[in-house]
């Protein structure tokens, strides 16, 4: 739990002719133990009394006045300021026209004193007096503030109930231009989310009054939050990668403090930052999208030496392959970078089911003996790679519509922690998917047990040869890879030797790398292993299927070398 020796709380309250409902406001708040930052938003005379009065009865409230009216933004603006001016560190933003339920006061007191560091601010709970349109309107809002944020982060992003750290947020307000009027709460909520301020939620009923006065106009002000919607969204595009950094800040600082946030969501932001992707993706489509991704890697390009490092190490010895003279250049290792980058996108494709074998170009001999495989209810192992996109070969899939082959099922054997979302996200983008995962660090003998009654069953079972598992990074073949000898797990093949199966090496890349719109080439290869071998020459066998693999590998690099996304240093001898 975060803490704070300093917590001065105040309440700003802005007004514009609301006389008739602000005192009895004032005096709830009060009762609470806030003192009052009252704004008069340029009322009209009979306001401007009653507030003259209540600040002249109420020692605890303070009257601040605008001559001309700028909006509710614009009042909240004005008392935010004044209240970091009394030296007061949080306040509470509330309206004057009463229709907050002020008597979840004091659980947002006690939550801001507890967290200082966070904004504590109300999702509404509505009842029937709440107009129809006002419902659809936020909910259409709170999608926006999702995309906005890529994150869930902001429950409601409408609600004028609210406290803030006066520090971030006045911050804020003196480094940016923000609305003034009815868009001023969303825009700046998403912006301080930007910044990285925490946020936590709680729930305030919500009333419309009979014969309250509302200054939301229907037209002006919608087209104004339309507006302001545009202009986050764009903003959410050149800030990318800030937003992701300071969205991985705000997570780290709530699993600091989750013990003592019941109110936390279950953990699932990494699902939804991919599905929120794939539906941009979808709905800009690619050559859209890589108008956004250019800045994205610049930003990623310029901030990961290390990535350059090896990129440059890489295309280097590639070049010396190809005797090629001059030396690597920015552009080249921009370009490397760029082009992993763009496979991801790729892959929101191969996970929809969207791509298709008639969409890449094929290596007959080697497709045409893997599909009598399948023909004959035969499954195999199929040994891949990082070059070009592993995800695009779930493409194979769609044979069996077009060409008469059997139903068969594809087995993913990957190596990263978290299997359960992201299988979950596979699913609600692509219910019908096909592809099982299979976390390689998990393996065991029951699992090889079961992947082998897959194939016996006509599944194929697909594991990438040039990338080591954590649990498994000791145990390496030396193979001559690209001028040097370099350090090729053994995981793949001697599992390989364990399923005793037929096996096939398939590499799926861009036919030109320089150009994102070519076709995929489609490269399959059966290997010469002849599975039923005895157990006395598997040492032998992994060598051999790791040579015949690398052999494969080096040719397709150095045709195309800006589609090798293993960005690891091979050539490392010192574990």
Known sequence: ????????????????????????????????????????????????????????????????????????????????????????????????????????????????????????????????????????????????????????DIVDAMCGFRFYPLKDACSLIKKHSLGKRMDFDIEFLVKLHWQGVPMKFLPVR???????????????????????????????????????????????????????????????????????????????????????????????FLFSPGTRKISRSYLNRVREMKNESGPVKNSDVYRHIFSFSYSLLEKFSAWAGKTHSDQLEQDSQGVTELKGQLQQKKGAVIICSHLGNMEMLRAFASLEAGEGLPSFGIHSIVDFSGTAKFNKALKEINPESMVHLVNASDMGVNTIIELKEAIDSGDLVIIAGDRTAKNNKMKTTPVNFLGEEALFPQGAFVMTTLLDSPVYFMFGVRSDDRDFSSPYEFHVYKSEYQHGSSRTGRKTIVRNLTEEYVGYLEKLCLEHPYQWYNFYDFWKKDF
């Open 1 to 152: 739990m975060s803490s704070s020796p300093s917590f001065s709380p105040c309440a700003v309250i802005p007004v514009y002719n609301h006389g008739s409902t602000t005192r009895a406001v004032v005096d709830a708040v009060i009762e609470k133990g806030l003192p009052v930052v009252l704004v008069d938003d340029g009322s009209i005379e009979e306001t401007r009394i009653i507030l003259e009065q209540i600040a002249e009865e109420v020692p605890q409230c303070s009257l601040f006045r605008l001559n001309e009216n700028q909006g509710k933004g614009g009042a909240v603006i004005k008392g935010l300021l004044e209240a970091e001016n009394l030296g007061y560190t949080h306040a509470l933003q509330v309206d004057s026209d009463g229709q907050h339920d002020l008597s979840n006061l004091p659980k947002f007191l006690k939550l801001a004193k507890e967290y200082p560091q966070y904004i504590i601010a109300g999702y509404p709970v509505y009842d029937e007096t709440v107009p129809t349109a006002r419902k659809i309107g936020r909910k259409l809002t709170t999608g926006m503030v999702y995309a906005e944020t890529l994150s869930k």
């Open 206 to 300: 919500v009333v419309y009054p009979e014969g309250g006065i509302s200054h939301f106009r229907m037209f002006h002000d919608n087209a104004l939050i339309s507006a302001m919607h545009t202009k986050l969204f764009i903003g959410m595009i050149f800030r990318f990668p800030v937003i992701i950094a300071r969205n991985i800040k705000i997570k780290k600082i709530i699993k600091a403090d989750s013990s003592h946030w019941t109110e936390q969501k279950e953990k699932g932001g990494s699902t939804f930052g991919m599905k929120l992707l794939f539906r941009l993706f979808s709905l800009l489509g690619g050559r859209a999208f890589r108008v956004i991704l250019y800045p994205v890697v610049f930003f990623f």
